[in-house]
């Protein structure tokens, strides 16, 4: 292991400071998540599983565009797709062919889609799914369980309400995953109130047996519309999504990420009662029918079909999950390190109760992962790049980060192994156990 230099990323990040709040267009991507004096903040092109820097610096990715990457960086197939649409066009007066193959692609594979309209990201779905319940139930509440992205009606409920009117803070209410009393006192008290209820069907743990049937049941009972959130799941946990892995099909889904390997495309997709509104409900914008991001969608599906690429992501992702909790038992740590999640989007938790505490460790944590050219927030984004070889890479490199979370745990802490800029608390939603 040789020390990495970041000078090239640290300059730059001075010099984007001076123009752009933050430095970056996405919170997860900023210089919060990534602690100075160890990181690289700026990317200057991919390839497969590995993210290459301004600095020169390869690092195997796991981030993957916040898990908007499924086949891995410049997939020739989907570059290919993309390319020829180029050749035809962008985007025009009128709208395509494409958009109906993709429509119909979906409609034959997610239980739930019988029509579905496009949006560029996972935020354009979710609150088009919260309009349209709004719409065909004629109550304005909404019941919320996760992150579902950057617009008014959901980041009004969370810490980042900056700058949300308190009349739509108030109209939305959380409830735990896992929880189903959370979210029938919520019925309870908000009787006849709430248009919907959305939640990820699964993040860090795995649904309860009951949960999701007893969540469709409340909806049912108190004529709510049950919206799943699969930004994430899509095109990941299976082609026909989490709802399809769980067997229960809610009214209306949200897709993004993973669909286009990284093109900006999202899906709001459902029961065509419910999507049929859409002729009313205003959800329109100038860049909704963009064809590249299309045609990338439609080549990622049929890669991820003809290789059976799920089920190969499924088996490098065990492989991951398998060999971390190999060596946390290993190392001795099971009293605060685990592994969650389904494979393909699995997280390596550290379990300590206190904030500024949890963010030593945190830093710890990408301080080693970092130096050794592994690229991770503490979760694993797979591709289908990902293969056994990288994995066993991956692997090797968590072998000495646990170490030193070993030593590191019998010294007292992680302060003195640190020798860059700690991190500080950071908005988070999803909740471990
Ligand atoms: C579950 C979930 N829903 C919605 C969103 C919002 O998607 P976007 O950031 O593309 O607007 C995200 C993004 O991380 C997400 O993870």
């Known amino acids: 292991m040789t020390d990495l230099s970041f000078s090239c990323s640290e300059r730059l990040l001075e010099r984007a400071l001076k123009t752009i709040p933050l430095g970056s267009q996405t919170f997860s991507k900023s210089y ?146 896992n929880n189903i009393d959370s979210l029938e006192a919520l019925f309870k ?6 248009a919907a209820v959305i939640l990820e069907p699964m993040n860090i743990t795995y649904p309860e047996a009951d949960f999701l049937p007893g969540v469709k049941a409340l909806c049912q009972e108190y004529g709510a519309v049950l919206v799943f959130d699969e930004t994430v799941t899509g095109f990941r946990f299976d082609l026909g999504g989490a709802q399809k892995i769980f067997g229960v099909t809610p009214d209306l889904a949200t897709f993004g990420k993973g669909i286009a390997n990284g093109m900006p495309l999202s899906v709001v997709t459902g029961k065509k009662e419910i999507m049929q509104l859409l002729d009313e409900v205003f959800f329109s914008f100038t860049y909704g029918g963009e064809l590249l991001s299309i045609a990338a969608a439609l080549a990622t599906i049929e890669k991820l079909e003809k290789q059976s690429g799920i089920q190969k992501i499924t088996t490098y992702g065990t492989q991951l999950k398998e060999g971390l909790e190999a060596l946390i038992s290993q190392f001795s740590c099971s009293d605060f390190l685990s592994v969650s999640g389904n494979p393909v989007w699995s997280f390596f938790n550290i379990h300590v109760d206190e904030p500024e505490e949890l963010y030593l460790w945190k830093t710890l944590y990408m301080q080693e992962t970092l130096k050794r050219g592994l690229i991770t927030l503490g979760s694993h984004n797979l591709t289908l790049s990902h293969d056994e070889g990288v994995i066993e890479r991956v692997l090797a490199i968590y072998a000495e980060v646990i170490e030193v979370f070993a030593r590191a745990k019998s010294k007292g802490g992680p302060g003195s192994f640190l020798h860059v800029d700690s991190l500080t608390p950071l908005f988070s939603v999803r909740k471990k156990d």
């Open 32 to 177: 919060k998540h990534y602690p100075k004096g160890g990181s690289p903040f700026f990317a200057e092109k991919g390839k497969g599983p590995y993210l290459f820097d301004v600095d020169g610096n390869q690092f195997i990715d796991m981030v993957n565009g916040l898990a908007a990457v499924t086949l891995g960086y410049c997939d020739p197939d989907v570059d290919t797709a993309i390319i020829k649409q180029v050749e035809k066009g962008v985007i025009f007066s009128l709208s395509n062919e494409l958009e109906a193959l993709l429509a119909e692609k979906i409609a034959q594979l997610i239980p739930c889609a019988e029509m579905s309209r496009f949006g560029k990201n996972g935020s354009d779905a979710t609150t088009a799914a919260i309009r349209l319940s709004r719409a065909y139930t004629g109550r304005d509440e909404v019941a919320v369980c996760g992150y579902h992205g950057w617009h008014d009606w959901y980041i009004g409920s969370t810490d980042k309400k900056l700058g949300v009117p308190e009349a739509t803070q108030s109209l939305t209410h959380k409830f735990q995953f």
């Open 189 to 194: 008290k908000r009787k006849d109130k709430i």
